[in-house]
């Protein structure tokens, strides 16, 4: 089975200042048409998870372009341009290579 | 507006059995694969079952294989799971979840192949194992 690690556990961010976000999986999502089978999800507060990337750098439908993602193979990174209050809550990566597995979370909070 | 609504959720002993229910609207139900998918009290979100757009295909997480049992209903645009042998650590919000297909990228470049991501979530619905 392939185990998503995230990084770090707990991210406390200014408004305004940039934040960013590690997945690791312990094997490649790198799939043989070469597109990585990762994507990202937030969790806010009290609410359902929504989508925000796929296939690794592709943002979804109706998200902010301060939102971005990149990496390949078995690194991959969230990076959030410049931090609103809106965006607290908890961001999960998930590999959809070989059925589903979720990172552990990463918990974004204002400072 | 898509809208999933699930039901079914509640207290259980273990060892018992519920069935969950995900009644679906806004869009053509049969035409989309579903997920369900589970968050333990604090704890992150798990992948538990999923079911082709006919009913035909489904595929289990290890960790319920054998117990839990995904299956739809297209004519009343329902999704179900039935749950039996629970556990306790089956305790867990349980999420309907619509499944899209795209066939290109937003740049209008075509994909080599479908990918399918999760794109809707219900409000989830709870289920409690204990005695």
């Known amino acids: 089975d392939i185990v998503m690690t995230q990084s770090p556990f707990s991210l406390p961010v200014t408004p305004g200042e940039p934040a960013s976000i590690s997945c690791r999986s312990s094997?490649?999502?790198?799939?043989?048409?070469?597109?990585?089978?990762l994507d990202w999800y937030l969790q806010k507060p009290g609410k359902s998870p929504q989508l925000l990337i796929y296939l690794s750098s592709n943002r979804a439908s109706g998200v902010p372009d301060r939102f971005s993602g990149s990496g390949s193979g078995t690194d991959f990174t969230l990076k959030i341009s410049r931090v609103e209050a809106d965006d607290v809550g908890v961001y999960y990566c998930i590999q959809t290579l070989q059925a589903y597995t979720f990172g552990q979370g990463t918990k974004l909070e204002i400072k | 507006e898509v809208q999933l609504v699930e039901s079914g959720g509640g207290l259980v002993q273990p060892g018992g059995s519920l069935r969950l229910s995900c009644s679906a609207s806004g869009f053509t139900f049969s035409s989309y694969d579903m997920h369900w998918v589970r968050q333990a009290p604090g704890k992150g979100l798990e992948y538990v079952a999923a079911?082709?757009?006919?009913?035909?295909?489904?595929d289990y997480a290890d960790s319920v294989k054998g117990r839990f049992t995904i299956s739809r209903d297209n004519s009343k645009n329902t999704l179900h799971l039935q749950m039996s042998s629970l556990r306790a650590e089956d305790t867990a919000v349980y999420y309907c979840?619509?499944?899209?297909?795209?066939?290109?990228?937003?740049?209008?470049?075509?994909?080599?192949?479908?990918?399918?991501?999760?794109?809707?979530w219900g409000k989830g619905t709870a289920v409690t194992v204990s005695s």
């Open positions: 979840v619509k499944v899209k297909r795209i066939l290109e990228l937003p740049s209008g470049m075509p994909l080599p192949e479908d990918y399918y991501f999760m794109d809707v």
């Open positions: 079911v082709s757009s006919d009913g035909g295909s489904t």
């Open positions: 094997q490649s999502l790198l799939h043989n048409n070469g597109y990585n089978y």
